[in-house]
């Protein structure tokens, strides 16, 4: 059921989007899908050690879509949404898999899932209420009391595992963990030039503060650092040297696509204007 439901909404949102959605074949795009392919291996090897009675699911997704919003989701049955805007704070590879990674984590923990059951069951606890008071007051009570200490703790710990699980995924993967601080370290930034300090306090929020994602990084690379340079970091320093080489390779095709497509706007522009 979970999985169906993403698949639906993938197609709903590829539809909505459809205007800007950028081609596979844009430097963005061909970027996104060699740092999640790469991140894709880490989960599969992740579900394999740590959950091997799940299925993988479908093969994942990749979409990105032109938009200041400087955001990524991911939704059931591995379809992940990159918008452009993300890339303000994303400068690299490494930067992009610690943003990849987090969002996997959120499939492979099931998060969707959990979120749905959670709602279902706070409804039911709601219309109980009505039957304790019919005139509705406990209701109305009930309901901010249950995003407060039920809904928000819970999309709280939804993020930190996922920060704790993209963490473990992208250094599996032989991208820097240590970029994830980057990333977070460049929003707390922006977030706080934006807001001039009126960040809401994290216990109203559905996201854990910067800081605490940050005190938590420090506390968990030196565990995804250790994975990171295992074997001597013999493996990570050959599989950088294929990704520089297959970075260079993507250059060079992006660059020759573009040239390309210049030349043909021009034979086009001097057929119309004879």
């Known amino acids: 059921w979970e999985r169906k439901q993403g698949d639906m909404q993938y197609k709903e949102l590829l539809s909505s989007y459809k205007n800007d ?3 596979p074949t844009h430097r963005a795009s061909v970027t996104v899908n060699r740092v999640g392919s790469r991140i894709t291996q880490a989960a599969n090897k992740f579900i394999k050690e740590h959950k091997p009675n799940e299925s993988i699911g479908g093969p994942y997704t990749y979409t990105v879509i032109r938009s200041d919003q400087a955001n990524a989701f991911v939704l059931p049955n591995n379809h992940i949404f990159v918008f452009t805007g993300l890339f303000q704070f994303v400068r690299n590879e490494d930067d992009l898999a610690a943003v990849l990674g987090h969002e996997t984590a959120h499939n492979l923990a099931r998060h969707a899932g959990e979120r749905v059951s ?3 069951l706070m409804s039911m606890l709601a219309r109980c209420t009505l039957l304790i008071d019919p005139s509705g007051v406990l209701y109305t009570l009930f309901l901010p009391a249950a995003s407060l200490l039920y809904d928000l703790p819970h999309s709280r710990d939804h993020e930190i595992e996922a920060d704790y699980i993209g963490l473990q995924l992208a250094a599996d993967a032989c991208y820097d963990p240590q970029a994830a601080k980057s990333v977070f370290g460049s929003m707390k930034k922006a977030g706080n030039d934006s807001n001039k300090g009126s960040i809401p306090p ?3 929020s559905t ?3 910067y800081d605490t994602r940050l005190t938590n990084f420090d506390n968990w690379l030196p565990g995804a650092m ?3 340079n295992s074997d001597g970091g013999y493996k990570c320093q050959r599989i950088r040297r294929e990704m520089k080489a297959a970075r260079q390779q993507a250059s060079i ?3 020759n696509q573009e040239e ?3 030349r043909a706007y021009q034979r086009q522009y001097r057929g119309g204007s004879g």
């Open 207 to 209: 996201h854990p503060s």
């Open 202 to 204: 994290e216990f109203i």
């Open 226 to 228: 250790e994975k990171y």
């Open 118 to 120: 959670g709602s279902i």
């Open 21 to 23: 959605i950028l081609p």
């Open 253 to 255: 095709l992006a660059q």
């Open 260 to 262: 390309e497509e210049t």
